[in-house]
């Protein structure tokens, strides 16, 4: 039984740390991908991803009801041993320990690229890495009012995307499926994979308060993220022309540039700067349940010093091997498959296990 006493978390804080972990930079870059494989019919994937997304997402909670006080590293433990609790404990923190730095050195890439294009990588790594390391060698309630703190501070900025609607085209949406389903189905395959993050509810659902209200936060959670996809989509599509949209890699930051304003000459830097904070609340909770897991491990609870550990390992990485486009895109790929597996594969494979064992064991009891 974990010691939650002074931890818990709020439902709100529950439902956002999610949504923060699923909102990163993916954002940056999702019109373009989804018109790459659909056109302008790639938002109905956004939507198909979310029944996936919330299917999974109430089936980890159901997994966690039948136990209320541990996480999925107890819950391993109890089905399958001490051992095959303390392997699953070392592979779920290389995976979130992977997932993290990638989404932390990818927050350092597009700093450089869009805002201080100067500044070497390296030293970028080290100024994100400080501030990263007071926040989260603290418990999960810190990191919960970051979120909430981080979501009411930057939600005005999807509303600036309505000032672009000005120079719209709403014909571009227009016939529905004009290729038909196939090239949309090709898109769940991208959208799934933004909605990966849902799954830190195997650690957070011990900590919340209200439990009984676990599987509607989930949903809400779920819910928020794909209001805020479609609508950066959605706008995208209408400002650039279907052909137009592929040229850009970060269509969702160019379509601010055709904002203006008197007092402010480059708005898209002034809000990208400010998005760093967005891109902050999926980092950091990975991070956090990377170094958790691994003072499970060692059956410690203090996890600073595996915090140190890995954010030096990110500055040594970043410095013996420069981070590039390409490198990115292998780092991506990799972490697609594992994130599939992992996010969506792992609680179905696991729920059904439970399923299975607990219609035998009933049998057995007649």
Known sequence: MMNVQGKQITLLQFILLIHGVQIGVGVLTLPRELAEKAGTDGWIGI?????????????????????????????LTYYFGKWVGKVGGVILA??????????????AMFIQAWVLPRASITLLVILLAIPSYLLVRNNIQILARYSVFVFFMTIWIIFFYMFSLKNAQFLNLLPLLKEGW????????????????????FFLY?????KEFASLGIV????????AYLLITLVAFVVFSPDEIAKFNEPTITILKVIELTFIERLEIVL?????????TKVLPLMFVSVFSTSWVFG???????????????????????????????????????????????????????LIRGLFKRRSLK
Not at 311 to 317: A, D, N, R
Request: with cysteine; charged share 10%.
């Open 94 to 107: 290389v995976y979130f320990g992977l997932l993290g730095l990638y989404s932390f050195i990818t927050e």
């Open 300 to 354: 410690k609870e203090e996890h600073t010093k595996p915090l140190f550990w890995l954010l030096v390992c990110s500055v040594i990485y970043v410095f013996l091997l420069p981070p590039s486009v390409h490198i990115s895109l292998i780092w991506r790929k990799e972490l697609e498959t594992l994130s599939f597996l992992f996010t969506y594969a792992f609680p179905v494979c696991l729920g059904g296990y439970i």
């Open 206 to 210: 011990p900590y919340l308060q209200k």
């Open 47 to 75: 939507i198909l991803g979310w029944f996936i997304a919330t299917g999974t997402s109430l089936l980890i909670i159901q997994i966690m009801k039948k136990h209320p006080n541990g996480t999925i590293l107890d819950v």
């Open 182 to 201: 196939y090239p949309v189905i090709k898109t769940v395959k991208i959208t799934i994979i933004t909605y990966v993050g849902f799954d830190i509810a």
């Open 220 to 227: 809400i959670a779920n819910t928020i993220t794909m209001f």
């Open 272 to 280: 990208f700067a400010l998005y760093i904070f967005v891109m902050s």
